[in-house]
């Protein structure tokens, strides 16, 4: 396990270099290996998570964490929340990441359980415009693999991620489609929608 | 495989592509580049659909869930997905896909032998794993458009070129042609299992799209067009454009 780690940083560095060689023009600072970097560390951490096979609460707010510490929540959240976040208020759109935050730890911290004995691994980077995208392959007891997909950029100053993508549904798509609904529901009152969302998931 | 299934196959294909390109796709009704001109039409058929699952399948998977263990019912599985390979190389063939086809076969054959008549899955341990295929993948490759998108009664989710894949794979499945009554039965049937299983093994996550998010019709729609997408190969969609660049 130790010397694989040590080989793929080393890879991980060897391609680094390689891009850097590459590209001495590009304002682009994220590299692939950064990328991958973020991924793995977030591999390890859900890894550690299933692995661990807490309680459901549990799981939720050790999912919170990994969520607030590698993913870009007011990214990620803003963009669920579409054109309606270009009128919100700068307090509103701290009030609505928040709960934005808390709700995604519930929605899909419920899904670990079904997570518990299964593994994931990272296979491979490739950039995308101004991005990257980290595949990796889940695999979960008795049943055949299936992919899931980083988006990671490092626009909010520091590599982080802004998509999660299982089999090509991306979660930021569903939750703007979610959160767009919730929104027509409460006649476009993004404060009954915060109010609401504390609670959702 | 039947030459003729293969043969009514290849006339639907012409058919299929002459339906699917009459289906006029209106950019003015669609969301998140889903055109869905008929969306009051269904919505009534997801409101039908949930109430089918609710009263009918929701509980008989449970109770199908609850008797069978998991291993029987995995068993019937793979033995549903078995009876889908003569299907899938026909596919296979159709969209001139040599490799699949071979891949396929290979798996049909292991299976049938080594796998008890495909209740076990040997080929998946020898490194040839599921790649199923399907007759609105066989229009797909040959050009026709996703046309609207389409609730169905009962199968749910699906598009224009979906709905008639679907049709065509139904109505010239070899294994339904070539078999008898009541032994055509036995696809039907390890499918409607095959379902059950699935309902009771993804309860959780089924039980909260449909019941309880804001709009259960728009997230069925959306998930179901991106993984459709995904499955045919279809990588640039707006999961990929960058939300930096939203104003």
Same mark, same amino acid.
Request: charged share 25%; no cysteine.
């Given at each position: 396990m130790q010397s694989e780690t040590t080989r793929r940083m080393f890879l991980g560095g060897v391609a680094a270099s390689g891009l850097v060689a590459l590209t001495? &023009?590009? &304002? @682009? &600072? @994220?590299s692939d290996a950064q990328a991958t970097q973020l991924v793995d560390r977030v591999v390890a951490d859900i890894n550690k998570v299933i692995a661990s096979g807490g309680s459901l609460s549990q799981m939720i707010s050790q999912f919170e964490r990994i969520f607030a510490r590698y993913a870009d929540v007011p990214i990620i959240a803003r963009s669920a929340l579409g054109v309606d976040a270009r009128r919100a208020s700068s307090g509103q759109l701290r009030a609505y990441t928040s709960a934005f935050q808390g709700y995604i730890a519930r929605k899909y911290g419920k899904r670990f359980e079904e997570f518990v004995g299964g593994e994931i691994t990272v296979q491979g980077t490739r950039q995308v415009k101004s991005f990257h995208e980290v595949r990796a392959s889940v695999k979960l007891r008795g049943q055949s693999p299936f992919q899931v997909n980083f988006l990671v950029s490092d626009k909010s100053g520091k590599p982080r991620f802004f998509d999660m993508i299982i089999e090509g549904i991306s979660l930021r798509l569903s939750e703007k489609e979610e959160i767009g609904a919730m929104l027509d529901r409460r006649k476009g009152n993004i404060d009954q929608l915060v109010a609401d969302l504390k609670s959702a998931g | 495989m039947s030459r003729l299934t293969y043969i009514i196959r290849a006339s639907f294909l012409g058919v299929g592509l002459l339906l699917s390109a009459c289906a006029t796709v209106d950019p +003015?009704?669609?969301t998140q580049g889903v055109s869905d001109p008929r969306e009051a039409e269904n919505r009534q058929m997801h409101a039908f659909n949930k109430d089918v699952d609710r009263v009918l399948f929701s509980p008989v998977a449970d109770g199908y869930g609850m008797i069978v263990p998991k291993p029987v019912r995995n068993s019937v599985s793979r033995f549903a997905d078995h009876l889908s390979l003569p299907n899938d190389v026909m596919n296979n063939l159709l969209q001139a896909d040599i490799g699949g086809a071979m891949h396929n076969t290979f798996r049909f054959a292991v299976n049938t032998i080594v796998g008890l008549g495909g209740f076990f899955d040997p080929a998946t341990a020898m490194g040839v794993q599921r790649a199923d295929t399907d007759f609105g993948e066989t229009l797909h490759k040959w050009g026709a458009p996703e046309g609207n998108y389409v609730e169905l009664p009962l199968f749910g989710p699906s598009t224009t070129r979906d709905t008639v894949g679907l049709v065509v794979d139904l109505v010239t499945d070899p294994v339904t042609v070539a078999l008898e009554a009541p032994e055509r039965y036995l696809g039907t049937g390890a499918y409607v299992l095959n379902k059950l299983g699935n309902r009771y093994d993804y309860d959780a996550t089924i039980d909260s799209l449909l019941? +309880?998010?804001?709009?259960s019709y728009a997230q069925a729609r959306s998930i179901y067009i991106q993984n459709r997408r995904f499955d045919l190969g279809i990588t640039s969609g707006d999961a990929y454009a960058d939300p930096y660049l939203e104003p």
């Open positions: 001495p &023009a590009r &304002a @682009l &600072a @994220l | +003015e009704v669609s019941y +309880e998010s804001a709009d």
